[in-house]
């Protein structure tokens, strides 16, 4: 069974910490992506990545950063949180071949 | 980029077949188009993928039109447990490209006794 395993099903932080989210697939896929999900707004892209060290900006990157140093991991990083980044976050994986994209179970992340 | 459009809510009743479709004028020529479905306080899971015509695995149907502006997600005999919301993928998720994939709002199905 492939597996993208999110560090955290739910956190609260505070305004203007640093916050780290993880993100480890185990089936060797290229390329990985953090989503964001919201109410009504569907799934919208942050970042994605197709190899080591590779990023793109999606369609919101504003306020986060990412780090891909091995392949298997993928991090998505708020340098500064803020109240309007409480949301769940959702961690995928896809193959090069076109194939089915693999979602984690979410991180619920709340910013106080 | 596609822009994805589908109905933001549908009801259905246990055994019914359901049809929910997704359009995208915009599609390209490389793009695929794929079915997700979500469970709530879970990650978004694999349904099918399409390019043209006709799909159909175990669990779904997916038709394409010729000039691919539209897919239709066909769910033969829903039962309670399909009740979740789907969401229509058009781009590939697998190539470089990947960032240039477009989701749509997804489609909140209720599957009613």
């Known amino acids: 069974d492939v597996k993208v395993t999110q560090s955290s099903r739910y956190l609260v932080k505070r305004t203007g910490e640093k916050v780290f989210l993880e993100c480890v697939q185990d089936m060797d896929h290229e390329n990985m992506f953090w989503y964001r999900q919201d109410p009504g707004l569907g799934l919208r892209l942050i970042y994605f990545s197709y190899d080591v060290k590779m990023k793109e900006k999606g369609d919101i990157p504003e306020g986060y950063s990412v780090s891909r140093e091995k392949k298997e991991r993928f991090s998505l990083i708020l340098e500064s949180a803020s109240t309007n980044q409480t949301s769940m976050y959702l961690c995928a994986s896809s193959p090069p071949d076109r194939g089915e994209a693999f979602f984690g179970q979410g991180t619920r992340l709340t910013v106080v | 980029l596609a822009k994805t459009t589908q109905p933001i809510s549908m009801d259905s009743y246990e055994g019914q077949e359901v049809n929910i479709t997704c359009s995208h004028n915009n599609i390209a020529t490389n793009d695929y188009i794929t079915w997700y479905q979500q469970f709530p306080s879970q990650g978004p899971r694999f349904i099918i993928q399409g390019y043209k015509t006709k799909v159909t695995n175990e669990v779904a149907s997916l038709f394409i039109p010729a000039d691919r502006k539209s897919s239709t997600l066909s769910l033969p005999r829903v039962s309670l447990s399909d009740t979740a919301v789907y969401y229509c993928?058009?781009?590939?998720?697998?190539?470089?490209?990947?960032?240039?994939?477009?989701f749509g709002d997804g489609t909140t199905l209720t599957v009613k006794p």
């Open positions: 993928l058009v781009g590939d998720l697998g190539n470089t490209n990947a960032g240039k994939s477009t």
